[in-house]
């Protein structure tokens, strides 16, 4: 079976500009969560959502947003981009939204210019 | 807010020899999960080994296993018998209720030949 997918791979966008994240769960999984993680630091919580609901929400401002798809896939918004927010964008799958185990995408690395 | 912290930046082992990686968190409930995670050079973050806070057995997994001290709120990786292919980052992460994660920003593992 396919892993968690993430698309595109590479991405470089302009400030003040928005973009959009995609993520393939691994098949049968309906939770999605999405993560942001900055060089050298850890993962940071973003989002969750489990049958197409969001579950969980971490500290991040308004410009980003999420939605997950009746085919469980998702898609992470970020409006308004600012430099900060370049980073490696993560999506990890799970059966359910209490699994213990989160399966990892390879991630999106964004950069903004 | 809960908070995970990993003090070494970085530290080295040679093949074969055994390492500790440190992690403490913070967190005012009493049922939680704690994991670590390895993430290569390649990215993909997988999980190493989780503990239930309610457990007081200690994890094991092969060569990975944890020293979880609750009334301390440290929860140790060990590494035995070290191999090349352990290099990594390794993050500490702690969850309450699968919704949202918090992860430490992480410790380098080099390995020696």
């Known amino acids: 079976d396919a892993g968690v997918t993430q698309s595109p791979t590479h991405l470089i966008k302009t400030r003040g500009q928005q973009v959009t994240l995609r993520c393939s769960p691994i098949?049968?999984?309906?939770?999605v969560s999405w993560y942001q993680q900055v060089l050298g630091q850890g993962p940071q919580f973003i989002f969750q959502?489990?049958?197409?609901?969001?579950?969980g929400r971490g500290n991040f401002p308004d410009r980003f947003s999420a939605r997950q798809f009746p085919n469980y896939s998702s898609e992470l918004n970020v409006n308004a981009l600012l430099l900060g927010d370049s980073a490696l964008y993560l999506c990890?799958?799970?059966?359910?939204?209490?699994?213990?185990?989160?399966?990892f995408g390879p991630g999106t690395r964004l950069t903004v210019t | 807010a809960q908070t995970v912290t990993q003090s070494q930046p970085e530290m080295s082992v040679q093949e074969a020899e055994t390492v500790t990686l440190s992690c403490t968190y913070d967190?005012?409930?009493?049922?939680?999960?704690l994991f670590w995670y390895k993430q290569p050079p390649s990215r993909q973050m997988i999980l190493v080994i989780r503990?239930?806070?309610?457990?007081?057995q200690n994890a094991t997994e092969n060569r990975f296993s944890v020293n979880f001290q609750k009334a301390a709120k440290s929860f140790s990786l060990k590494i035995s018998d070290s191999q090349l292919g352990d290099a990594a980052m390794y993050f500490c992460?702690?969850?309450?209720?699968?919704?949202?994660?918090?992860f430490g920003s992480g410790t380098k593992l080099n390995v020696k030949p």
């Open positions: 967190t005012s409930e009493s049922d939680y999960y």
């Open positions: 503990q239930e806070a309610y457990k007081q």
């Open positions: 098949s049968g999984h309906k939770s």
């Open positions: 992460a702690y969850t309450r209720d699968f919704n949202k994660f918090y």
């Open positions: 990890a799958s799970s059966i359910r939204d209490s699994a213990y185990e989160q399966y």
């Open positions: 959502y489990y049958e197409k609901e969001e579950r």
